[in-house]
């Protein structure tokens, strides 16, 4: 049997409902394509405080709500030290490397072979252009969530590698669809600054997400209902926040709302629609950046309308999934969507089960890795 190691971070980020799903779907997804599927993480609890006793004990709960038992490996990247899990990982054939976070030798060495998973198209390459040691060249296989990347629309150099674009991959039986419903509350769960912050590169400068929901700042006063965002916010951005709520955004505590796996999954199918914003440098360089968070309102039927990236050019957009660059065409797509609730439902799952399918988009990539 194929042996597959997932890494990425869980522990790193408790009560991060949205992230777990992200890796969990790649665990999960695996091991119902028939593949002995192992996730591992390394975490440095230089001290240990508060946050890392929370974070062991989210991937104790992550790890217990996907029955992953002794499949969950959690290392202290600092001394090598299993923490949670059997002592050696098992020698894999691949490992699925989210967003880089293993780095240690011995993560890395346990598999024949290493594929990279980009889900932040731009930083990825530019931080490697830039000279930040990332870990790509020690990778065999290079993939990312940027599906114009090494096409002539994009402008994200390549780094020096070949990079395979892939859909983020959905358990559809986990996101069930549900029942249409008219379409009076568009919600999105975001973050305000991000975890990264401005980036320039060749004499363009790219900004952060909180820069994006200040040009579509008036949507509110223009699309009939609530526009609602569990949004994380520091309060040093204070100011910001209360200029979004005078302007008519609903502001949820995003740990409330969409804290936890089954929340965030609440939160999801309890919304009607989904409307969004994209980080800049997702949308200024054309990358074609597709949201796991729009995968899953998508597969719970529920339509989306989410900035321009690029992505259009790739996935059918239109019905069920709509794009806007400016405030006109949001307010001209919420209306579509207002206007025809149950055809852009059905749109969204049908998308779903075509293109973010985990039965499908898996068994495609291990055979783009090199191991299927």
């Given amino acids: 049997m194929t042996t597959v190691v997932v890494a990425g971070a869980i522990a790193n980020k408790p009560g991060n409902g949205g992230e777990a799903w992200v890796r969990m779907s790649w665990v999960d997804g695996l091991r119902r394509c028939g593949l002995d599927t192992w996730f591992v993480e390394e975490l440095s609890p230089t001290a240990w405080g508060e946050a890392t006793v929370r974070g062991v004990e989210w991937f104790d709960e992550v790890r217990d709500r996907f029955g992953l038992g002794d499949r969950a490996v959690l290392i202290d990247a600092d001394t090598g030290r299993v923490l949670r899990g ?7 054939d691949l490992l699925v490397n989210i967003s880089g976070h293993a780095r240690s030798e011995a993560v890395l060495a346990s598999c024949r072979r290493r594929a990279y998973v980009d889900l932040d198209p731009g930083y990825t390459q530019v931080w490697h252009v830039q000279g930040a040691d990332i870990g790509l060249d020690r990778h065999d296989v290079h993939f990312t969530v940027g599906l114009n990347l090494g096409r002539a629309v994009c402008t994200i150099p390549d780094a020096g590698f070949t990079w395979t674009t892939v859909l983020p991959p959905v358990v559809l039986d986990e996101w069930p669809a549900l029942p249409p419903r008219p379409v009076e509350r568009f919600t999105t769960v975001a973050s305000w600054r991000g975890g990264f912050g401005p980036l320039e590169h060749d004499g363009v400068r790219h900004g952060v997400k909180a820069h994006e929901l200040r040009r579509f700042i008036d949507l509110p006063a223009r699309v009939p209902g609530t526009l609602e965002v569990a949004l994380d916010i520091h309060p040093g951005d204070d100011a910001d926040r209360r200029r979004l709520v005078e302007h008519g955004w609903r502001l949820v505590d995003p740990v409330q709302a969409a804290g936890g796996t089954e929340r965030f999954r609440a939160y999801v199918q309890g919304s009607d629609a989904e409307l969004s914003v994209a980080q800049g440098i997702y949308v200024g360089t054309r990358s074609g950046w597709f949201s796991d968070r729009t995968a899953r309102y998508l597969a719970s039927g529920r339509p989306a309308l989410v900035q321009e990236t690029g992505v259009e050019t790739t996935v059918p957009t239109g019905e069920g999934l709509l794009t806007f660059s400016s405030v006109d065409g949001a307010v001209r797509a919420a209306a579509s ?27 495609r990539f291990l055979e783009q890795a090199g191991v299927a």
Avoid: F, Q, T, W
Avoid at 339 to 355: C, F, G, K, T
């Fill in 337 to 363: 969507i207002r206007s025809r609730p149950a055809d852009h439902a059905a749109a969204a799952r049908r998308l779903a089960e075509e293109h973010l399918d985990s039965a499908k988009v898996l068994p």
């Fill in 86 to 92: 059997p002592p050696s990982l098992p020698e894999g």
